[in-house]
């Protein structure tokens, strides 16, 4: 039993089972969960699919802070029981049934979602679902493995069933720093001036009242896996850190910014190159979300901090993290999402960010979200809080997808998540563009010699100097023709004539 880690005494008297914690929620509650790619509760949302199996129907709009993986988005989205789903995911199925309508979805910035709920724009808390570690003497709540946007979940509330986990180890209480700013009008700075700044409490402050129930759980998160970065990702993290490097050495960029980078096989090699460069050293990360190479960093003395809303790492990694978290716990920080991805914070800090798009297209466009313009992959995540708030903002991709069948260098992108003026620099596996001191048409040139594959480099300068030549203008383009490397995939299943 796990009774030893809530220290609040009344509240165990509220430690019940799955099904009658669960009889809190029923059709229309606006359902709220801890979680941001961890530290998500597993048993209520497992006991919700087993009460429709059982025939019941209901639909319940679920807010999360962002992914939750199969455990939670997976199997209620393969239930029929979701109604909405707020913010980011990134689960096959929820995907599927979003892209075909079955499931309501709005994509947000994740940084702008906590004063949405204060404010009643996403309806009532009907019922916040908690994944903690521990409560403490007064009954405030200790998270797991990320923060997230549980601390507005949980102030704004009208019930709170909490899942004690007991994966997780005691020693994990202090990694946390939460803090939720003041809203507008009376909105103060947010006090952060390096990434390793504290400036809140190891808690989430929650009033045990409206605790319905306690469970205890043995659930572990489902691990991340993180392949060897591929040659792609490898020269293209090569490019970013050279360019910094370079920027640096020239003094048009001070050293020690600290670094955001995004999830996934391009942003482990960003943080692998750091590993292999004596050049950087004493890094800072200030990100949303820290994984593997983190560890990595730390263990060759190489951060000062590392400061993410959640930690996203693999079985190994994990068990590693646990071992040896007395020595992890002095570098690492975890805060509210509103505090991760601060727009105020990242330009404050001048944190140099690194993101991955979809598709770029030859004036700057990104498009980080949507396949052909219609069908949504994830979601914008955190990306646009700190591609546009960022000292130098990247945006990398492979040049081609799906074995060369698709550029991602395009015309015009299907789909605009990050706009010219958000992005700074733009990089493949076949080269580097700064747009910030060109024109939109020298930003098409050097694209697509320099970031277009050769494949599709003569298709991109063929239509740009058609469009030069029959329309002109600052950006030109042939509207007739813009989306035909789309319409070509579509039809024919590549985008090569």
């Known amino acids: ?102 499931i309501l979805f709005k994509d947000d910035h994740l940084s702008s979602l906590p004063p949405l709920v204060r404010s009643g724009d996403w309806g009532k808390v009907d019922v916040a679902v908690v994944e903690v570690l521990a409560v403490t003497e007064k009954g405030h709540l200790i998270p797991t493995m990320s923060v997230g946007n549980t601390p507005t979940y949980v102030q704004q509330a009208d019930k709170i069933i909490l899942e004690m986990n007991d994966v997780e180890p005691p020693e994990l209480e202090g990694i946390h720093d939460i803090f939720i700013p003041e809203d507008p009008p009376y909105r103060m ?185 219609s069908h949504l992959m994830n979601g914008i995540g955190g990306s646009g809080d700190f591609e546009r708030n960022g000292a130098v903002s990247f945006m990398v991709s492979p040049s081609i997808a799906k074995g060369g069948a698709i550029s991602c260098i395009v015309p015009m992108v299907s789909h605009v998540d990050h706009s010219e003026h958000s992005v700074d620099i733009i990089v493949t596996e076949q080269g580097l563009v700064d747009t910030r001191n060109l024109t939109p048409r020298q930003v098409a040139e050097g694209v697509i010699r320099k970031c277009a594959h050769p494949e599709y480099r003569d298709l991109l300068w063929d239509y740009y100097q058609r469009a030069l030549k029959k329309r002109g203008g600052h950006e030109p383009h042939l509207l007739d023709e813009v989306f035909k490397f789309h319409a070509r995939f579509l039809e024919k299943g590549g985008m090569r004539l």
Not at 37 to 56: C, D, F, H, N, Q
Not at 200 to 207: L, M, S, T, W
Not at 258 to 267: F, K, R
């Open 189 to 373: 700075p947010i006090p952060i001036y390096r990434a390793s700044d504290r400036i809140g409490k190891p808690y989430i402050e929650c009033n045990p009242d409206k605790v319905v129930a306690v469970l205890f759980s043995q659930e572990e998160d489902t691990c991340a896996s993180f392949n060897e970065p591929d040659e792609v990702s490898l020269l293209i993290a090569e490019q970013v850190l050279d360019f910094v490097q370079h920027e640096i050495k020239m003094g048009r960029l001070p050293a020690g910014l600290p670094w955001q980078s995004g999830v996934g096989d391009v942003a482990n090699a960003v943080l692998g190159g750091f590993m292999e460069d004596d050049f950087f050293h004493d890094l800072s990360l200030y990100s949303e979300v820290l994984q593997d190479a983190v560890l990595d960093l730390i263990d060759m003395g190489k951060v000062r901090a590392a400061s993410g809303s959640a930690m996203t790492l693999s079985t190994k990694a994990r068990q590693r993290f646990f071992k040896e978290l007395y020595r992890y716990k002095e570098k690492v920080i975890l805060r509210p999402t509103e505090i991760s991805n601060s727009p105020e914070v990242v330009r404050r800090l001048g944190v140099l960010a690194v993101n991955t798009a979809l598709e770029i297209d030859i004036y700057g466009q990104v498009n980080s979200t949507h396949v052909c313009g």
């Open 1 to 102: 039993m796990l009774s030893h880690r809530i220290r609040y005494a009344p509240l165990k008297e509220k430690i019940t089972d799955p099904a009658q914690a669960a009889a809190h929620i029923g059709d229309g509650t606006n359902l709220f969960i801890s979680g941001f790619t961890a530290g998500y509760p597993k048993l209520i949302p497992r006991e919700l699919v087993k009460r429709a199996k059982a025939g019941e129907k209901f639909k319940v709009n679920f807010y999360a802070g962002a992914s939750t993986g199969d455990q939670v988005d997976g199997i209620m989205a393969e239930a029929g029981i979701v109604n909405w789903r707020r913010p980011y995911m990134s689960d096959r199925t929820m995907r599927e049934l979003i892209n075909r309508e079955e």
